[in-house]
């Protein structure tokens, strides 16, 4: 059986969970930058499962179900929410299936409704609505907890708490925050404040997500582990954000003085050597709940689970530079050996 979402965090294990799944298959051409609504789900649903198993075979313990943006309010803006339920149930159940069959834990998604306003009361209840759907789906399909992501107001994802607990059937959840360039919420919370509110809610798991990389992030983070007691979540973008443009929707092209969100953020992409630095600030600080949100690749996850201590089945293909026939071991009998002095200098410029 496998072991759930508490019980790892009660025995301080570390629980690795890859996203990205909205920027990933934009860069593979399934889904509308802009609209960013994951279409992909029942447009090709083959392609869906083939990446949770890539993300898991990176070293995911998580499957999270692609309902992120799928809701009522992003359906409606596109024209197809009609197809909401056909949508969240199909994505769930990929999620399950995936989870099922590789031993991890599947999490429902709810997210930023983009139809909350703070000043509108009106709206507090048209974002229950979505959440108490989206929830129900997910416990029907068999979530073994509830993730709430990319709040910007600390309103929205007490709504989000409150919508767990009522419809959620006694899931854990975990609520996180995407970051605004002034680093806090829209309605005027530090993210330590704001976690600590959730976490004294009964929010099992609090913390950030998205929006800005992992050096921002992991500034944030110090506070927020200062604030809260119980355990934290950090899910940053690979991009290199500074905390003079703290976002990935804030940085900007130096040839163009153009923002490079969202069509030219490769630019700013982190090494993977950058990546690796995130996993230690997180076992630094005391992150359990961790991962790549938006411009994750398993490539990234790879390295990032190797940090944290693992050896996921991507592994036998990490880099071993050791085999490379210029830049290899050259007492290695089975490298070939020819004119290497001369290939040496003109790879390497000298």
């Known amino acids: 059986m496998t072991k759930g979402l508490l019980q790892r965090i009660k025995d301080k294990e570390y629980v690795l969970v890859a996203e990205g799944y909205l920027f990933e298959f934009e ?11 994951p279409e992909v789900v029942v447009e090709h649903p083959d392609l869906v499962e083939n990446l949770h198993r890539e993300f898991v075979h990176a070293g995911s313990d998580v499957v999270e179900a ?13 024209g197809r929410e009609n197809e909401l339920e056909k949508l969240n149930r199909t994505a769930l159940k990929l999620a399950k299936k995936v989870a099922t069959e590789t031993g991890t834990l599947m999490a429902g998604n709810i997210c930023n409704t983009t139809a909350y306003d703070p000043r509108d009361p009106k709206t507090n209840e048209i974002a229950m609505g979505m959440f108490k759907e989206q929830i129900e789906w997910a416990c029907e399909e068999g979530a073994d907890y509830i993730v709430g992501e990319t709040y910007t107001d600390l309103g929205e994802a007490k709504l989000a708490v409150e919508a767990v607990k009522k419809y959620g059937k006694g899931l854990p959840c975990v609520i996180t925050f995407a970051q605004l360039a002034p680093l806090k919420t829209r309605d005027g919370f530090t993210y330590a404040e704001a976690c600590r509110t959730l976490e004294d809610m009964g929010c099992d798991v609090v913390g950030l997500n998205c929006s800005s990389g992992p050096e921002v992030m992991s500034h944030l983070m110090r506070d927020v582990r200062r604030a809260c007691k119980g355990p934290i979540a950090a899910l940053p973008v690979p991009y290199r954000c500074t905390m003079e443009y703290p976002q990935m929707q804030t940085l900007i092209l130096p040839e163009s003085g153009q923002k490079a969100f969202p069509n030219n953020l490769d630019y700013f992409l982190c090494s993977t050597d950058q990546i690796a630095k995130f996993g230690e600030d997180c076992k630094e600080i005391g992150i359990q709940y961790c991962g790549i949100c938006c411009g994750n690749c398993s490539r990234f996850f790879r390295r990032f689970a190797e940090t944290m201590g693992r050896t996921p089945p991507a592994s036998r293909y990490s880099s071993d530079m050791s085999k490379h026939y210029i830049f290899g071991d050259q007492k290695n009998p089975l490298l070939h050996k020819c004119n290497l002095d001369t290939l040496r200098t003109m790879y390497r410029g000298n």
């Open 27 to 37: 860069r593979r051409g399934y889904l509308q930058a802009g609209a960013f609504v």
């Open 66 to 78: 692609f309902t992120y943006y799928g809701h009522r309010e992003k359906l409606r803006v596109i």
